[in-house]
């Protein structure tokens, strides 16, 4: 019996310090949300070497760019499906960046805003976090 193994699909992010500096990059599995929505393992430069956090973050797959805070991977999730859910954006098209608020109209952009901010309980301890690591 020949069986196909479905392929991981994979990311490079760039790695950013605190300034907001692309410092690094990494090549990480993620696991989809929608067609333009992942989740991908947080990662940050510790004395030069790539490391994984043991957080996760809702990720713009065509741009790589990340859609709130970090978050655990439940809330990940379930926030991550609530933004995919929101209607009026088009994900193909609409990056996170600053064109971001013009393109989606302020209504979305402040329903985007919201729901994103979801993800900031998580790591305030209000988040029933069940995930197995
Ligand atoms: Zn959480």
Redesign the pocket.
């Known amino acids: 019996m020949i069986t196909t193994l479905p392929t991981i699909p994979i990311i490079t992010l760039d790695i950013y310090n605190q300034d907001r500096i692309v410092v690094g990059r990494m090549t990480v599995p993620y696991e989809p949300i929608s067609d333009h929505l992942v989740i991908t393992p947080s990662a940050y430069l510790s004395e030069g070497a790539p490391r994984l956090a043991s957080t996760f973050a809702v990720t713009h797959l065509p741009t790589g760019r990340r859609i709130g805070a970090r978050?655990?991977l439940?809330?990940c999730r379930t926030v991550g499906q609530q933004l995919a859910d929101i209607p009026g954006i088009d994900w193909n098209t609409t990056t996170t960046g600053d064109d971001f608020k013009a393109l989606v109209g302020k209504a979305t952009f402040n329903e985007v805003a919201a729901t994103s901010r979801k993800l900031l309980?998580?790591l305030s301890e209000a988040?029933?976090?069940e995930s197995e690591w």
Do not use: G, K
């Open positions: 978050a655990c439940n809330c309980s998580c988040c029933d976090d």
